[in-house]
Every structure is written in structure tokens, then in C-alpha cells.
């Protein structure tokens, strides 16, 4: 069983960055696929980024390559995601979920465990 805490997200400008974590409870943290996903309004919960256990693999939505960077803390039982030259079409709520496997998978239903989700406003 793994618990998680999303935080950091808010209004921003364009151009802007905001680094989001979410902190983890439960003893299978350290071992699970960590991922970060976004719903913006009227639209499908998509992928953004995925990390396996040791940060050996890591996956990002085309739309977010070279802008985004996922990264985890085991000592911490956190996971993060910064995000640089945001852009409005980045607004939504990202979740943070976690589950099994050997590397990260971008289908939604792959996730057992998912945070409430954090806003992020990006204003142009």
C-alpha cells in the first residue's frame, strides 16, 4: 500500500518553472514505478513522466521532452517534477501514481496508487 502527497503547484507565468513533489508513505515505495500525470479541463488524464525504482529508466510525453525532468529520493520516499519554460497549455492538475513494473508504462490504468492531484496555472 503507498500513500501520495502531491504539493508545489499554483499560478505561474509563461516561461516560468515550478517544481511539483509528492511525498510517499508505504514500505514498497522504493521498489515502485513513479509517475507523474496531468487533466487539464475537458480533457483525458494524460501521461508526463515515469521513473523506474532505481531512476534507471525514465519515459516523457513527447510534449513535455526537454522541458520537464522527473527525479526521485528514496531516502525521502519523494518523487519530483520540475518544470521549466511552462507554457498555458500546461495548465492542469497533476497526479502523481505509483505501481509495479520494470519500466514506467504511459496507460493511466497501470497505476494502482494515485495522489489527489495539485493545480498548476499557467497564465500567458
Known amino acids: 500500500q503507498v500513500q501520495l502527497v502531491e504539493s508545489g503547484g499554483g499560478l505561474v507565468q509563461a516561461g516560468d518553472s515550478v517544481r511539483l513533489s509528492c511525498a510517499a508513505s508505504?514500505?514498497?515505495?522504493?521498489?515502485?514505478?513513479m509517475t507523474w500525470f496531468r487533466q487539464a479541463p475537458g480533457k483525458e488524464r494524460e501521461f508526463v513522466a515515469g521513473?523506474?525504482?532505481?531512476?534507471?529508466?525514465?519515459t516523457y510525453a513527447d510534449s513535455v521532452k526537454g522541458r520537464f525532468t522527473i527525479s526521485r529520493d528514496n531516502a525521502k520516499n519523494t518523487v519530483y517534477l520540475q518544470m521549466n519554460s511552462l507554457k498555458p497549455e500546461d495548465t492542469a492538475v497533476y497526479y502523481c501514481?505509483?505501481?509495479?513494473?520494470?519500466?514506467?508504462?504511459?496507460?493511466?490504468?497501470?497505476?494502482?496508487?494515485w495522489g489527489q492531484g495539485t493545480q498548476v496555472t499557467v497564465s500567458s
Open positions: 521513473m523506474n525504482w532505481s531512476g534507471s529508466s525514465t
Open positions: 501514481a505509483a505501481g509495479r513494473g520494470a519500466v514506467p508504462s504511459t496507460r493511466s490504468t497501470a497505476y494502482q496508487y
Open positions: 508505504g514500505r514498497t515505495f522504493s521498489s515502485s514505478i
